[in-house]
Nanobody
Framework: QLQLVESGGGLVQPGGSLRLSCAAS????????IGWFRQAPGKEREGVAC????????NIADSVKGRFTVSRDNAKNTVFLQMNSLKPEDTAIYYC??????????????????WGQGTQVTVSS
């Protein structure tokens, strides 16, 4: 059974950092492009970053560019979202998603096939 599990969320003060993890089970994550999304209360889901299956290509949304980075550790079957200089407006549930259809590239807005359950990130003083 293909499964994605996010972790690493929590409460952080403005200006702080968090690293989210997305661990895969039941499949080899290195063969899949990965997208990171977030959804704040009352708002539409927003794509924030993605990484190609090879890891050679990443894209970061303008709203978080310069603060968020995405990386992957294929040996651990895990993808990470490093979030720095966090702002209250970054508060949301963060999801990772995977799809095998994107070969060698990633698209933030792609309709990824597999999704995790999400992890809550709250930025507040």
């Amino acid at each position: 059974q293909l499964q994605l599990v996010e972790s690493g969320g929590g409460l952080v003060q403005p200006g702080g950092s968090l690293r989210l993890s997305c661990a895969a089970s039941g499949f080899t994550l290195e063969n899949y492009a990965i997208g990171w999304f977030r959804q704040a209360p009352g708002k539409e889901r927003e794509g924030v970053a993605c990484a190609s299956s090879s890891g050679g290509s990443t894209n970061i949304a303008d709203s978080v560019k310069g603060r968020f980075t995405v990386s992957r550790d294929n040996a651990k079957n895990t993808v990470f979202l490093q979030m720095n200089s966090l702002k209250p407006e970054d508060t949301a549930i963060y999801y990772c998603a995977a799809d095998r259809s994107l070969i060698g590239l990633c698209v933030i807005s792609y309709k990824y096939k597999y999704w995790g359950q999400g992890t809550q990130v709250t930025v507040s003083s």
